[in-house]
């Protein structure tokens, strides 16, 4: 137990950041449980260096990762940071602009050193240069500390100066008030086969823990309530986790079961991972030598009667739009889950962004509209994912789903949803013949349901329902190879009503904040907590502002010209260089304008809180 006083406060908002090698993703992710233990509203955003095994000690090489939770409603991962827990000089020169002022700074003192000054460039110690003064800077000799704890370890110099992070978070669950099991769990369970391992990290997290009752340095804890939050069952989810998840419960709740085509390619990659670990829940996982190949055993799936699903990031796309071509000119039930991240071509293969709409839309040849799916934060895409699902074996057609990589890494609090409560599938196989030609009954795979424009779903040898599959155009309800003009125009123009009565499946949309006034934001994809951010802080000064959030962005609501006529300026904030904002133009010709950002981090409330104040003047 500690004497030192408690101060109470309603949210944080915690950066740890250092090498790749630092363990800051570990440290910041068991933060974060020990958070959701203790109750708290909270959201995530882990930072990875864009460079694979980085030079250490150098700016491109920081790692890291931020936090915000609270007992209010939280948002986003905070604009302004409370605590930086800095490993070297250069995490603190790349985040310390984060820090708000009057904010704590902790830095191992031991790292600030002149061959570390030179790696980060930087001319001058800051410790000492008076650049620090308007922040509170605590220097922790945090490789010192460790060695001496761990001086009669069995383990080697390397492994002792790597467990450095887990001193750094137990004095952070410390001074946030923080419960400490849940991550001497973790350490117990991840180590039990090392216990030189698990006794060295267990030892160093006390340590920490002690740290900050005994030293001078920190004079209270802080202390958060927790949030209140709607009656059930939660879990600290990521939106990778939410997604493998949603496409579970989708295989599960049709019967139908789920194979994953993939290809490794950051950050989607973690999907393969989370999915292979469901194989008793009736899901196959593949990893394939390329990503044709991954989409083409899915599209095999989809046809043999599975829901077939392939996922990819960032030029993985474009590898895939011939078999994404394929698969809706065969109508069958396909879902890609495309997690973007910063292009073109390899870009920023860590960093988030949305610059792959337009690419999702428009990407393949001749007229090949596709529902398009977009989840908003990291629970949601649990929802996504399994609405993606419903809608592709109801409507018999790929549908394509929108992360980033904001949201993938990203965590919040959960609400397990109940089973029993989720949408049921419409799923009907085809099973006898349906229709006459020539007097005699034939199967029309491309005979529809008149009000989904569904074809049937065959599964192959399944007697008198052969038929032929292929690139070819297909004739009107008998499925044969036609070349015919008046068929093709027919055949396009179903094509498209079919995406647009998708539209049958749409919720009205729900109007964040007041309901007209001087700005309406129209938001999609990850973009949505700091868009409601900004809108209750403009909305607590006193601005009638509005927001709506877009899940689907095709087909595009129909009730979005209503509502953006009771407001008299629009605008589209968005992590490209302004894409939903053409077709938005071009769908209702209403003068939506562009709020864009390119910069691999995702807005802060603030950023479009300005935009806001702006435009109103």
Known sequence: MTSKSVESRSEATVLFAGDSGDGMQLTGTQFTMATAHAMNDLATLPDFPAEIRAPIGTTYGVSGFQLKFGSTNIRTPGDEVDLLVAMNPAALKVNVD???????????????????????????????????????????????????????????????????????????????????????????????????????????????IHYGETTDAFAFQIEIEPAKLPTGKYRAIQGIEALAMGLVAAGQKSGLGIFYGSYP??????????????????????????????????????????????????????????????????????????????????????????????????????????????????????????????????????????????????????????PDDLADFDVQFARKKNGVIDGKEVYLPYKRDEKTLSRPWAIPGTTGLTHRIGGLEKEHETGNVSYDGENHQLMTDIRHDKVQRVNQEVKPLEIFGDQSGDVLLVGWGSTRGSIEAAVARTRNAGHKVGAVHLRYVSPLPLDLPEIAGKFKKLIVPELNNGQLVKLLRAEYLLPFEPFCKVKGQPFRASEIEDKILEEIG
């Open 98 to 208: 984060r820090v708000r002022v009057g904010g704590t700074i902790l830095v191992n003192s031991n790292a600030f050193d002149k061959r570390n000054f030179e790696l980060a460039k930087m001319d001058s110690n800051p410790l000492s240069d008076g650049s620090l003064d308007k922040y509170v800077v605590i220097q922790i000799e945090l490789t010192r500390l460790t060695r001496e704890a761990l001086a009669d370890s069995k383990l080697n110099q390397k492994e002792i100066d790597r467990s450095k992070n887990m001193f750094a978070l137990g004095l952070a669950l410390w001074m946030y008030s923080r419960p400490v099991q849940p991550a001497m769990d973790w350490i117990k369970k991840k180590f039990a086969k090392q216990p030189d391992i698990r006794d060295a990290n267990l030892h160093l997290l006390n340590k920490g």
């Open 265 to 418: 390619i950051t950050p989607a990659s973690d999907l393969l991972h989370a999915l292979s670990r469901y194989k008793n829940y009736d899901v196959m996982t593949m990893q394939t030598e390329d990503e044709i190949a991954a989409i083409g055993t899915a599209i095999g799936a989809s046809f043999g009667g599975k829901i077939g699903v392939t996922g990819t990031s960032g030029p993985g796309l474009a590898l895939k739009t011939e078999g994404l071509g394929l698969a809706l000119m065969l109508e069958l039930p396909l879902v890609v889950v495309h997690v973007m991240r910063g292009g073109p071509s390899t870009g920023l293969p860590t960093k988030t962004e949305q610059s792959d709409l337009l690419q999702a839309l428009y990407s393949r040849n001749g007229d090949s509209p596709l529902p398009i799916l977009a989840a908003s934060t990291a629970g949601d895409c649990f929802e996504t994912a399994y609405e993606a699902c419903r809608i592709a074996v109801k409507y018999m057609t790929p549908v394509i789903v929108l992360a980033d990589g904001f949201l993938a890494n990203g965590a919040e609090p959960w609400l397990i949803p109940n």
